[in-house]
């Protein structure tokens, strides 16, 4: 049950991180690749059982 919120949190976080304003463009792609391999660990720890 945890697991599955926190994965809901990560992803809904992934989709906010796009640099869709003007001012965050400049960030390249470093937001949503850091939190795109934080769903990927989370996702990997979820499929093994371990959250």
Known sequence: MLG???LVVLILLLI???????YSRG???APT???GLIVV???IL???GRI
């Open 4 to 6: 599955m919120i926190l």
């Open 41 to 43: 660990i989370v996702v």
């Open 33 to 35: 690749g850091t939190l």
């Open 27 to 29: 960030w390249g792609y």
């Open 16 to 22: 906010g991180a796009f640099p869709a304003w003007p």
């Open 46 to 48: 979820v499929v093994l």
